[in-house]
């Protein structure tokens, strides 16, 4: 720290200090050597100086009282006295001014030094602050980005377990959509061998029954993959998605069930509609949890039992999906409560499919809802953006 910019000291050495400089002052103009009897003004001014520096305003007048006082016993003859020459009188005053302009430039100059100093210090304070409210915030930045990392992975693993939770409810309609292709083969395969092993092989038939047996089995690897995909545990695979052909593709997965159940579906899906950006296998789950559901509330209705699937172009470039149906409806008072989590309708239902649902349609820029239908039943409705930009 700078010497000259040092707190003010007591009182006591704030006062001091005029007296001292000021006999400083008058012991150098008079020491004989120095041969300043005639010029001993600027010495006096500095006292003036250094007193209104270390001490203030006070202190500085007092240094320019005492000055004066001194230069005016000491330098002057008196003016009652017969030396004493009128001129001298103006040069006392201008000394007296003089002093008094030099001490007020000097406590403004000290001011202002100390004002900048201490605005020098708060903003290094205010650096140091900023500094550490930054430390702190990236801090904060990495633990939320771990956060957000580590529930993005838990509502991953938890719509995994959904779709693995609801696959197993299907258990016996998969098995059956799976064994119709196979079976298909083997009976290929039987009349292939049929025809080869004639007396005469009739190879035109042997080679379509080949070709049945190929279109059979990519049939059945197909159902295993789409099935395999649901299973599989990953991070999201963001591309541009037909909705149409995974619209198709959930019904024929759940072909089965809607046949043991005795409900016939009908599509209403628009032509030419535009892809959307998304992951695929997220839309699957989203699809076959409404279509489940929908199954779910007509298990026990009389009457007819119609799943309707419709897709269409909306406004602000997005498509609607909506999956109706005429079963028991959204329960009563509580409608607004089925997208809640572990809320549930079901015997044995967990409370979490719609939810997730929700979430997934959300993660994907869009939004899902239901409405009861007239006369029962109820539809879901979510829609997709069709820009192409993916998600970061």
Known sequence: MNPLLRSKP??????????????????ISRWPALHLQESPVSLFLCAVILSAWFGGVWPGLLATALSALTFYYCFLPPIYSLDAKPEEIPRLGIFMVSALFVGSLTVAQRSATESLRRARDELKETVQELQSTNEALQA??????????????AQADLSRVSRVTTMGELTASLAHEVNQPIAAAVTSA?????????DVPNLDKARA????????????????SRIRLLFQKGTPQWELADVNEIIGEMIALLRRETVRQSI????????????????????????MNLFVNSIDAMKDVDGTRELTIKSQRAENEQVVVSVSDTGVGLPSQQADQIFNAFFTTKPHGTGMGLRICRSIVESHGGRLWAANNSPRGASFHFALSTKTEAKE
């Not at 001292?20 to 012991?27: D, M, Y």
């Not at 039987?190 to 004639?198: I, K, Y």
């Not at 029954?209 to 295993?224: L, P, Q």
């Open 10 to 27: 007591p009182a006591i050495w704030r006062y001091g200090v005029p007296a001292l400089s000021v006999a400083a002052a008058l012991i």
């Open 140 to 153: 904060e930045s990495r633990e939320r980005k771990r956060a957000e990392e580590a529930l993005s992975q």
């Open 190 to 198: 039987n009349s292939c061998l049929h025809w080869l092993a004639a």
């Open 209 to 224: 029954a080949a070709m049945r047996i190929v279109k059979d089995g990519t049939r059945a690897s197909e159902i295993i």
């Open 264 to 287: 016939s579906v009908r599509t209403e899906l628009a032509a030419d509609l535009p892809q959307v950006m998304g992951d695929r296998v997220q839309l699957q789950q989203v699809l």
